[in-house]
């Protein structure tokens, strides 16, 4: 009698792969490409600041009245608004008023951003507000940092300002006309190591290397990092930066840090991508026993 066991004709499914690495990987992709080109929300610099001024709208007016005093020249009354930190420099106001005064009336006055500082021993606490001024000729960025609260009042316990080379108008924008042949030569490089290295990415993926998810890790990886600054309107300014120890992730990034400076264009060598297409090996099955 034949004990064999009948053979079943149903094909036998193959295990399916796990999606979820894959959603993740998907998901830290867009958060690293969001890091890197964050700067893009800067664009809109004015609606950025209408956004800022309605947050503190107490401390920028304050603010923008103590600025006020220094560029009219009221020197008595910006001294009695500095706090205990300066009450020694108030011989300084005198030099800073000026400074200020002959820039004339400003054209517009931002508020760029708002920092607050708190000391978790003590509960006190010291907010910075960055105001972007632009007068006929000139454009200054002012820090003018406040403690004490309201309604008890402000005092000044911080004061510095420094003059910037372009206007608040041009500060924003990212214009593409109007530049050097260097400007379009690392925006064209610069979009196609992000597009190789994504490509490379994608295929890495979807292939069945050995290590598959340290190649994952390494094409992410940009080494050094070559820059040139990217000023708002037509200019045939180029400034170049460069870093030998850096590492950029996508090799990659357009960056504006701080606001009121130049946007930054760089690229990294796509060191992983590259050898990626060299050294990765597929994985031998196995043969079954």
Known sequence: MDSTPPVSDTPVNPPRKRKWPFVLLFILVVLILAANFSSLGYLNLEKVCQTVEKMVPDESKFGRDYLSLLLSGKEAQAVSLLGPD???????????????????????????????????????????????????????????????????????????????????????????????????????????????????????????????????VFIMVGLFKIGITWPGGSTTEATFQWDFLYIQLFSASLVKIPIYDPWCLSFSIPLGAILFYYLAKPKVEKPAA
């Not at 609260?149 to 372009?166: L, S």
Request: overall charge positive; some cysteine.
């Open 86 to 216: 300066l009450r020694g420099y108030a011989g300084q106001v005198k030099d800073v008023v000026k400074d200020l005064k002959p820039l004339g009336t400003p054209v517009a006055i931002h508020l760029l951003n708002f920092t607050i500082h708190k000391n978790l021993g003590t509960g006190t606490g010291l907010k910075e507000l960055t105001y972007f001024v632009d007068f006929k000729k000139v454009s200054i960025v002012v820090l003018i940092g406040l403690d004490g609260v309201v309604p008890k009042g402000y005092v000044v316990d911080e004061f510095n300002y420094n003059q910037v080379p372009t206007s608040f108008a041009m500060s924003g924008g990212f214009d593409f006309f109007g530049k050097t042949w260097a400007h379009y030569l690392f925006l064209l490089i610069s979009l196609g190591v992000l597009v190789f290295s994504l490509v490379t990415l994608v295929k890495c993926a979807r292939s069945d290397v050995k290590r598959k998810w340290l190649w994952i």
